[in-house]
């Protein structure tokens, strides 16, 4: 009895996943982080908005972008179609650029995507964006997410959702590198991690959106899997190792038990992981590339 006492005591010291408490505690570092992710999302796919999207750039287009963070995808969009009304939405204004410097077009605001939407953003908008929620959706739940993102839109208006696969997080070898063992381990503690209780966090809504907008009456127009680009390897291993950095603070000082049988070490614990994400740091000097596919979905409703 007392043994299967201590072993629940053991597994309750893993880190639960606090989605909005860990976005809400950002700092520079992490609005820098969204920069370069935002860069590696426009080297990838080549495009702001989807060519399947037909808008002007003379028309007063009004798009949202919901968990916008620092707005780098609204601020390079507004280059492009200057005379259209943005509007960017997120949990935290910790991010946002300062309203004195934006054209008066361009606006943020506070709000949690989990909330009613506000009365003045009902079918408000032309374009609804929403990129990298997946931490946000727990148990494949994502109906709360796309049915206030629904609300905020026009008839005949557009959904464009950009997503990295977590589920496919891999680590992939140059020629000539035999072993990558501390970002190995990372990559699969995360993904063992993600499928936890702990974090329930699920990849499936996300291969099923296609068929879940168009269940819910939209008109899919792409569906698109987007392969890491080998040329962009150092790109996407900062990008990972800075999320990695700030998952830090959250890892328990006590050990916890990691299941047996996946090369994973028997506990987990602060000083363990970041051991092994220094070493991942230079692993990734060497070569190592930490990568996962991304998706886009484009539907009209």
Known sequence: MSEAISKTSEQDRAPKWDSQKFWKAQDYQQSARLHLQHWLWEYQLDYTIHPKIDISK????????????????????????????????????????????????????????????????????????LRTLYSLVKGNNVGPILENARKMLKPGGYIQWDETDSSTMRCTLPPGLVSAPATQTLVTFFNVFSASPQSNLLGDWLHDLGTTLKESGMTVLAQEKVPPNKLMHRVWCDNFLTVWEHVIPSMPEQSFPLPPGLRLPEHMNREVFVDLWQKAAEECQNGAWINADQIVIVAKS
Request: negative net charge; aromatic residues 14%.
């Open 58 to 129: 003379d028309s007063r287009t009004r798009v949202a972008d919901i968990a916008c963070g620092n707005g780098a995808w609204m601020l390079d969009l507004a280059r492009q179609y200057p005379k259209a009304i943005l509007e960017g939405f997120d949990i935290t204004a910790a991010h946002f650029p300062a309203a004195g410097f934006l054209p008066e077009n361009i606006k943020f605001h506070v709000w949690d995507v989990f909330t009613d939407v506000p009365a003045d953003f009902i079918e408000a908008f032309d374009v609804i964006h």
